[in-house]
């Protein structure tokens, strides 16, 4: 791959310099505002819908994305945009339903949710894991995937290190800002990303028209991906048959079918928009109607990410099917999915690779910003205000929060420097999957039944995140070797290495469902109402035209997708 022209280089410091000045200028604007610690950490009212929802989607699509998702693109086909487009209706239901039980009740951070409707015991249990995951996990991944695919797309060498430092300091100016300065320059790292992402997508669908000999016609490199490669087309996922190849196999365990819209894919979706501090803290500080025109918005978004981050790895397929891409191929002979969007990116002119490395920068930036600023709110308010110092001041509240930023991103640079924890091996998408698909189950049943029924107690909540944790665990572990491969709740198939398996997605929604029955059980045990019962009431959950509007536009447009490509 050629390294950048200077054209790039002039691309990427403008996009630079426009990011680090907007949120210089909106700091000063308002920096006497930031003396609170709700400000400081939720921009406390001045976030608009559209900064929210832009802010959703920038913390949202980040180098796993790109470089994960356009991997199962190469490999499975437009099934994997099914996180895509569930996501933007798991919006909706946030949107509508948890949203407002969260403003109600005044709740900044997800353990003090935890704290005000169960026990203090469950709150500092999920606090500390919550920190150890942000930092250990979604940093570091972050971090090594940015650094490695802005590396290949430089040209390699030994600059990996320097952009690894490079986008953590960046990080690191954007956060020291506060909620205000990330949700507001989040805006334009989500207007790059999109700009970034389409000329890619254009780029890589004008190669396939060309090589197909059909001249730079985007349209033409569309329907040449549909004709030469239709089983990438199916947004569902068949079931194997007996005489099914392992290929085949291998996509049924990534994305089984109809069983994982009846099962797991709610739950990641419902969990990760729903339940997640790195998520829901951009709408905590706004009222409950921008709020909710910020969540709607974000949704309607993410039926446009596939497009961006998931045809790129579908053209790549097909260009390599067809004997092109074999200067992107490893020692051996083959070609690594993972590899398909920077062998795409490869192929972009002069200027436009600059526009790709801003589009990527944008992306691991506000990712790693993000997460940066939710680790210093649940450290700060969840840990340091409540039992290292209850008394502290609200500025000093605010430098601790400051201080916790720096040093979590220094830990998580300390940690890729060699992949002390193995990212690389495991690959990043995989890495993030695996130590958040366990906990899921348990967490969202906690949330779900603490909102919605009002029986539910301490005890349950605490047993359900064990009984979560413990059967996710033993259904992907040693359910096959205690029941068979075979029994009336699923079904297990051999994987690549010859090991029975049965599909994560599956094994995510069986383990919800027994925590669900284990925490009912429990509850019953307990009083009628539970003391520490939210209110709830039916005005809450009322949404005014203008967010029905938005709300039909989505499902319309996720009812045409699935129309078209089932």
């Known amino acids: 791959m050629e390294k950048f022209a200077t054209v790039d280089y002039i691309i990427f410091v403008i996009y630079f310099f426009v990011v680090a000045g907007y949120g210089y200028w909106i700091y000063r604007k308002k920096t006497a505002a930031q003396n ?32 994960g998702m356009s991997g199962n693109g190469f490999e499975v086909g437009i099934a994997v945009a099914a996180y895509e487009i569930i996501a933007a209706v798991a919006l909706i239901i946030v949107a509508v339903w948890f949203i407002p039980v969260y403003l109600k009740n005044k709740i900044f951070t997800m353990p003090q949710f935890l704290n005000n409707r169960y026990n203090e015991t469950t709150s500092l249990i999920m606090a500390v894991f919550w920190l150890f995951l942000y930092v250990f996990v979604n940093l570091t991944s972050i971090l ?50 999109i700009i970034g992402g389409i000329a890619t997508t254009y780029v890589a669908l004008t190669l396939v028209s060309e090589h197909f000999g059909f001249g730079k016609d985007v349209l033409a490199g569309f329907n040449a991906l549909m004709t030469d490669a239709p089983e990438h087309f199916n947004m569902i996922v068949e079931k194997p048959g007996p005489g099914a190849t392992q290929e085949e196999i291998n996509k049924y365990l990534m994305l089984p079918g109809i069983g994982m819209y009846l099962a797991g894919i709610w739950i990641v979706n419902l969990n990760y928009w729903g339940c997640n501090q790195y998520i829901t803290q951009r709408a905590l500080g706004a009222d409950l109607n921008t709020a909710r025109k910020g969540i709607l918005f974000a949704g309607f978004l993410k039926l446009f990410m596939p497009i961006i981050v998931m045809l790129p790895g579908i053209a790549a397929y097909v260009l390599y099917k067809n004997g092109a891409l074999q200067e992107e191929m490893a020692p051996g002979g083959v070609f690594h999915a993972d590899n398909a969007y920077s062998a795409i990116l490869g192929y972009l002119p002069n200027g436009m690779k600059g526009l790709a490395l801003a589009a990527l920068t944008a992306a691991i930036v506000a990712g790693l910003a993000g997460k940066a600023n939710s680790i210093a709110t649940i450290f700060t308010l969840d840990i340091y205000k409540k039992y290292m110092n209850k008394e502290a001041s609200e500025g000093k509240m605010v430098w601790i929060g400051k201080l916790t930023i720096i040093v979590s991103i220094l830990i998580a640079v300390l940690f890729t420097w060699n992949d002390t924890l193995g990212i690389g091996g495991a690959g990043g998408f995989t890495f993030i999957q695996k130590y958040t698909g366990f906990i899921s189950p348990g967490v969202f049943a906690m949330f779900l039944l603490g909102m919605f029924w009002k029986r539910t107690t301490g005890a349950a909540a605490i047993a359900g995140l064990i009984t979560g944790f413990v059967l ?86 996720v009812t045409a997708i699935y129309v078209r490509f089932w």
């Open 36 to 67: 609170t610690s709700k400000d400081y950490f939720l921009a406390e009212g001045s976030l608009t819908w559209w900064a929210i929802g832009a802010s959703l989607i920038a913390s949202n699509i980040s180098a796993e994305q790109f470089i």
């Open 144 to 193: 090594y995937l940015g650094a490695i695919a802005i590396s290949s797309l430089a040209g390699g060498g030994d600059t990996f290190h320097l952009i690894m430092v490079a986008l953590a300091v960046f990080a690191v100016i954007i956060t020291l800002g506060g909620m205000r300065v990330i949700g507001f320059t989040d805006v334009i790292q989500v207007v790059v990303l």
């Open 472 to 557: 996710s665990v033993f259904f992907n572990e040693f359910a096959v070797n205690v029941f068979g491969p075979e029994t009336w709740i699923y079904t297990a198939y051999t994987n690549r290495f010859g090991v029975y398996e049965i599909p994560f997605q599956i094994c995510m929604g069986l383990a919800f469902a027994f925590t669900i029955l284990v925490m009912v059980g429990i509850s019953l045990f307990g009083p009628k109402v539970n003391p520490k019962a939210f209110e709830l009431d039916r005005k809450m959950f009322k949404v005014e035209p203008s967010i029905l509007v938005m709300i039909v536009i989505t499902l319309l447009l």
